[in-house]
């Protein structure tokens, strides 16, 4: 248990499998680790000790057997766990059932030790919170480990556990990935189940899934969770084998496709990450081409953010209903309480059209990159910001919204519900990590792990650690 840290998730499932070790010594592990470097990085805002000692006298045999396990503190519902979404307005939430996501994450073998840190509601590049404070980055003090995951890319990262759950509604998996030097996979649209209690959020454009330190344990979680309920509204084509099994096969030659333009600009950092990610493609072999995207990306943000702001506006409301009182700025931020405000005063014919509108960027996206096997952007236009960037006390929305400009190749992604993935291919001068996006066709993740994989084996960054890390 010494090299604890330098295990990936699948890697300790096979000493469990082996009999090497026992699911308890890994939960125990994993709390040591936890209990010693949490502290530091405030990445962990609830632990569930006991239970997780209990299930790890019968875990099921699946393929992460005995794994250790930390679930993001907003939206998936665990039965008998604290779901606050970060938000006083929450605070004494208790789930009273599993979401569906949850079954198979039981199912295939991992054990719950703790929830994570992000931003009230999810809804920040960032994971600065009221309830919980802020999740720190264990590769510098003082910067954000990013968000809206950002307490579990934290962990990762800093060798708490080896994969935690992720969620992306405008680049929630990737950004932090990007900013804590991790792999993140935003699958397709339709890919994975919000169910039973939820139908869909903002029209596909929320994803689930995962931040690991490789390839390979993404696409095994992958298979062990993907899969739509019967009748849900995106009829999304099954693999034609197991993502796992894309891992380290050929992807052939490629035609790859890049931009380093955005319409607020980017730091020369992530050009270069960029470009030199090009380079990396083109010696291993694939068709390499410069390609700067044909879309009003402000206009295309406009409409998406104002749709968030309506569902969101909903499902909030629809809270307040069953605690019978309206929040205040003494339960939710700033930033919450004016989505609330601006969300219930959308018409429903204001509301409609931006629908129509995303639905048609959504179109325009694909067909702009349908040349493409693979498309690299800047996962961020910007490297990882300081704490404060994005402020959740600031009540005017259309200000708040105008930061989210380092996002501005993550949401798009959402609109047209391609499979995308950042990867820790860059750091900075400084040190930081800075990852980039690699976007694959409508429902091709199977591309984009072929080709990950391939580029994980030239250009290995298992071995990176950050400053505050559990291992050594």
Known sequence: MDAFGSYDALGLAALVKAGEVTPLELVDTAIERIEAINPQLNAVVQTYYDEARRQAEGVPDGPFKGVPYLMKEVATTWAGVPQTNCSPFFKDNVASADSDIVAR?????????????????????????????????????????????????????????????ASDGAGSIRCPASQCGLFGLKPARGRMTVGPVNADFTYGGVFFLCVTRTVRDSAAFLDATAGALPGEPYNTPPPARPWLEEVGADPGRLRVGFTVTAPHGVHEEAVTAVKNTARLLEALGHDVEEHDMAIDIDAAWRAYSQVIVVQMAGWLGDRAEELGRDPTLDDVSATTLATLQRGRAMSAVEHARDVETIRRFSRAIAMDLADYDVFLTPTLTHPPRPFGHWDMSEPDLDRYHAKWTDGSYLFPFNVSGQPAMSMPLHWSADGLPIGVQFVGRPCDEATLIRVAAQVEAAQPWIDRRPPICAWP
């Not at 003090?141 to 990762?156: D, K, M, Q, T």
Request: with cysteine; proline share 7%; net charge negative.
């Open 105 to 165: 994450i039981r199912r295939a073998g991992f054990i719950l030790v703790g929830s994570t840190n992000a931003p009230e509601l999810g809804w920040a590049l960032t994971s600065e919170c009221d309830l919980f404070g802020r999740a720190n980055n264990p590769w510098c003090e003082g910067i954000s480990p990013g968000g809206s995951s950002g307490g579990a890319a934290s962990a990762v990262a800093s060798r708490m556990v080896p994969l935690a759950e």
